[in-house]
């Protein structure tokens, strides 16, 4: 089946890379913060299940090519809905358009929603519920240019919600975009890991949850579960075959704020595991680990000669102590003193930040 997968824009190739390291395909940039492969139930439950980078998992109904309104219409009215949804599913259609058109995403919406009410009845002479609210089935339909893609939403919530997340400090990096930074380092689950500006931990405790192996969400449900078209119990079987690793790399997390560190080792424990949290200044810390991966303040609340000052201070700390790769996702490249080895454009909200990696 076809999968269109959404990640944190500009980090696509790292989640690509996780998504072949789970199930074997090769993803595909389709567009800023989505992924397009193939793969069978399955991949599309132990993605749902593991996946730390992605969002949301689609299963793509169709994909081509529009130029009206009508087309949109046409094209969702040529689905066999009734290997989709059953009777008494209720349903509900989630669109955006990006683009010059004489429509809107409104528009969009209301001529999937039809033409799915007006194709069910026709094969079944039964009429499908709408339920805008709390829907059994969230079909996604995107017009970008002059592609319209149809799927149905195979995740629920979106992945990047952790259960583990009770305490936050108020400028949290997302845990998808976190465990994106952590795949991007090449960590691996033997090596340790520091974050040495952790704030409430979210990137040690999803390299800590990562290295074990650790379902994402180990209690929640998933759209794929209500699906039709899918194979019945599949999220359980799947689940039989989780193995989890005994032994795993020592993480750290360091933070000048006592209530940062507090905050970590309250989601840590959330989480089930151990981080070693502690009071420290990146600026005067040498950091020995295999990884150090970290998400620096963006000037908001500081001047711009502290800032200044906080990013000379930890690179300085940096080129004193050991490890083999660093990343830092920042929005002040100009404050970074190094030039990284590899450097990948990431969209934060309405910030255009990037993620930076050197070697040694």
């Not at 998933?222 to 699906?227: H, R, V």
């Not at 959330?270 to 963006?298: C, N, Q, S, W």
């Amino acid at each position: 089946m076809r999968v269109l997968a959404t990640t944190t824009p500009g980090l696509e190739p790292v989640a690509a890379d996780e998504v072949a390291a789970l199930v074997g395909s090769d993803g595909e940039r389709s567009a800023r913060g989505r992924l397009r492969f193939e793969t069978d139930p399955a991949g599309l439950a132990r993605l749902n299940l593991y996946a730390r980078t992605l969002n949301r998992t689609n299963v793509v109904l169709h994909d081509g090519t529009v130029d009206t309104l009508a087309d949109v219409e046409r094209a969702a009215t040529g689905v066999e809905w009734t290997r989709y949804l059953r009777d008494g599913q209720a349903f509900a259609v989630r669109s955006s358009r990006h683009g010059e058109h004489p429509f809107g995403s409104p528009d969009v919406a209301s001529a999937v929603g039809q033409a799915v009410v007006d194709g069910y009845r026709d094969a079944t002479g039964h009429r499908l519920p709408v339920d805008l609210d709390d829907p059994d089935v969230t079909l996604r339909a995107w017009v970008r240019e002059d592609r319209f893609t149809l799927a149905v939403d195979a995740t629920g919530p979106s992945l990047h919600d952790r259960p583990w997340r009770t305490a936050d400090h108020g400028a949290t990096v997302r845990p998808t975009t976190a465990a994106a930074l952590v795949r991007f380092a090449g960590h691996r689950p033997h090596e340790t890991l520091c974050d040495p500006m952790a704030g409430s931990g979210t990137i040690p405790v999803e390299a800590a949850l990562a290295a074990r192996g650790r379902p994402v969400d180990p209690t929640r449900a998933y759209a794929l579960a209500d699906l039709t078209f899918l194979p019945d119990g599949l999220l359980d079987r799947v689940r039989a075959d989780h193995r989890e690793r005994a032994i795993v790399g020592r993480t750290c997390a360091l933070d000048t704020d006592p209530e940062c560190a507090a905050a970590t080792r309250t989601n840590a424990r959330a989480a089930g595991l151990g981080v070693d949290a502690r009071v420290a200044d990146a600026t005067e810390t040498p950091v020995d680990a295999d990884r150090v991966v970290f998400d620096p303040p963006y000037g908001h609340r500081m001047d711009g000669g502290g800032l200044r000052r906080l990013y000379e201070g930890t690179f300085r700390s940096l080129d004193r102590g050991s490890w083999r790769s660093v990343v830092v996702l920042t929005t002040r490249e100009d404050l970074v003193p190094w030039t990284p080895d590899e450097r990948l454009p990431v969209r934060l909200g309405r910030l255009e930040a990037a993620a930076l990696k050197f070697e040694r």
